[in-house]
């Protein structure tokens, strides 16, 4: 299997029981409070990971470094409006519609970053903002 592609399907398993556990979890704490400590644990395993790689924390760019921390800031709002979205409503449905960020990704990576859309990609996206729409609603 492709490297990337073992990666990815391991990080999708695993925001999926991060996504369960942070329903559970509302069920009886604020959801800025279970998502408080999520991250700060999330961070303790970003930081044994570091370890293990050996990797310079800060890295070697000073610009980087600010656009890592404007990723947190976007990172944090995105995470407190899912955490408050697991608290209102359904699972299904918060975990569903905030996983499309990779629509908002794809929008700006075009915009900004000059990445190209084939009709293939753009087919991808109608499909599921199709699906989403079908399941929120």
Known sequence: MNHVVALALLGAVAWG???????????SMA??????VSYTVGIGVAG?????RGTSVLGNDPTAVGIAALAGVASGIGAVAYYAALEAGAAGIATTITAMYFVVAAVLGIVFLGDSLAVSDA????????A?????Y
């Open 123 to 130: 087919a991808g996206i109608v499909a599921a903002v199709v």
């Open 31 to 36: 959801p800025e409070a279970a998502m408080v």
């Open 48 to 52: 044994l990971y570091i370890l293990h």
């Open 17 to 27: 029981f991060w996504a369960v556990f942070a329903d559970i979890a509302t069920r």
């Open 132 to 136: 989403v729409a079908l399941i929120a």
